[in-house]
């Protein structure tokens, strides 16, 4: 049924759900153990995963649908999943840590930005030359995100010297890298969505197990006397929104790979659209966490949109 969707659409389907997942994510890490909340989301991903997987290899010729046929893979063909799931995971550590300080109003337009540092990747080491409009896009993004550091400073964010802000920062500068990475496996590599999907969400297991080990290892708090929690971080709570984090991705990126899958498809566009997600994350922020400024960063969030569409306008 999908196979006739426009890429646009099913872009759409992918932004509405990412920005659930945003929300899911936020609510998730906030007083919680981020390295923990980490491996038990890619955990519960691989287990939604791992079923699939086994139907496939064993009685593939019983799936319905083709779509949905794990394909087996060489060595090779690993090596290059796994490298994904290091590079998603380097960018998921830092976004979770981020987030858990960070008001989603603010951690969520961050994030917004992708396609910025994708144009600024492709300058710096494709040789690219941005049309006169993707320079005009540069500027516009550029001015929302100082109108963003204003906005910052009301609420004691000062963006230069804030280290969770650069951690956002640099977890959206990874997610720029995924996104030109996911162009071409998919497009260069031949990968289909769901066999790049389903090994790529099984190695994030791998991935993050060290960072919990070593988090129980030296950071975890410990019961004292009294039977209270005693430590240099918080304990690990289990909230009903950590189970939801992998479906919600899971689905938000099936819809996105398909999209990219198209060879009609524009990487830049289907970014662009996937990044609209930060709408629902900013309504959600200001309604259900009673975030500060929603009006300013609402302008903040538009300026950046519109920057974003004149950098995706020449593709």
Same mark, same amino acid.
């Given at each position: ?8 659409? #099913?872009?759409?389907?992918?932004? /509405?759900? $990412? ?7 936020? +609510? ?17 991903? =691989? ?12 009685? %593939? ?15 090779? !063909? ?9 590079l998603v995971g380097a960018s998921w550590t830092f976004a979770f840590s981020a987030l858990k300080h960070l008001p989603l109003s603010i951690a969520a337009p961050i994030r917004a930005t992708s396609p910025f540092w994708t144009i600024v990747i492709a300058i710096l080491f494709f040789g690219e030359r941005p049309a006169p409009l993707q320079w005009a896009g540069i500027g ?14 009301? !609420?004691?964010?000062?963006? /230069? &010297?804030?280290? +969770?802000?650069a951690m956002m920062t640099m977890a959206t500068l990874l997610g720029a890298c995924s996104s030109i990475y996911d162009k071409w496996l998919l497009q260069k590599a031949g990968f289909d969505p769901? /066999?790049?999907?389903?090994?790529? /969400? ?9 960072? *919990?080990? +070593?988090?129980?290892?030296?950071? %975890?708090?410990? *019961?004292?006397? %009294? ?11 289990? &909230? ?18 398909? %999209? $990219?899958?198209?060879? !009609? =498809? #524009? @990487?830049?566009?289907?970014? @662009? ?5 930060? @709408? ?15 009006? *300013?960063?609402? *302008? ?16």
């Amino acid at each position: 049924m999908l196979v006739g969707m426009n890429w646009i659409l #099913l872009s759409l389907v992918s932004a /509405t759900l $990412l920005g659930v997942y945003d929300a899911a994510k936020k +609510w998730s890490v906030q007083a919680n153990a981020v390295p923990v909340v980490l491996l038990v989301c890619v955990s519960i991903g =691989a287990s939604l995963y791992l079923p699939l997987v086994l139907w496939s290899t064993f009685w %593939a010729d019983s799936i319905p649908l083709d779509r949905f046929v794990v394909r087996p893979l060489s060595w090779n !063909e690993h090596g290059l999943i796994a490298s994904k799931s290091v590079l998603v995971g380097a960018s998921w550590t830092f976004a979770f840590s981020a987030l858990k300080h960070l008001p989603l109003s603010i951690a969520a337009p961050i994030r917004a930005t992708s396609p910025f540092w994708t144009i600024v990747i492709a300058i710096l080491f494709f040789g690219e030359r941005p049309a006169p409009l993707q320079w005009a896009g540069i500027g516009i993004v550029l001015i929302g995100f100082w109108r963003f550091t204003l906005v910052g400073r009301r !609420e004691g964010i000062r963006f /230069t &010297r804030n280290r +969770w802000v650069a951690m956002m920062t640099m977890a959206t500068l990874l997610g720029a890298c995924s996104s030109i990475y996911d162009k071409w496996l998919l497009q260069k590599a031949g990968f289909d969505p769901v /066999t790049m999907q389903a090994w790529f /969400t099984i190695d994030l297991v791998p991935v993050m197990v060290p960072l *919990a080990v +070593w988090w129980y290892r030296f950071d %975890a708090p410990v *019961a004292s006397a %009294a039977g209270r929690a005693k430590g240099p971080s918080q304990p690990f709570q289990w &909230r009903w929104s950590i189970a939801l984090v992998s479906p919600l991705l899971i689905l938000a990126d099936w819809f996105y790979f398909v %999209a $990219l899958s198209d060879p !009609e =498809a #524009l @990487v830049s566009v289907v970014s @662009v659209v996937r990044r609209s997600s930060v @709408v629902i994350a900013l309504g959600f922020g200001a309604k259900a966490l009673s975030e500060a400024n929603f009006r *300013a960063k609402s *302008a903040c969030v538009a300026v950046i949109l519109l920057g974003v569409v004149l950098l995706t306008w020449h593709g």
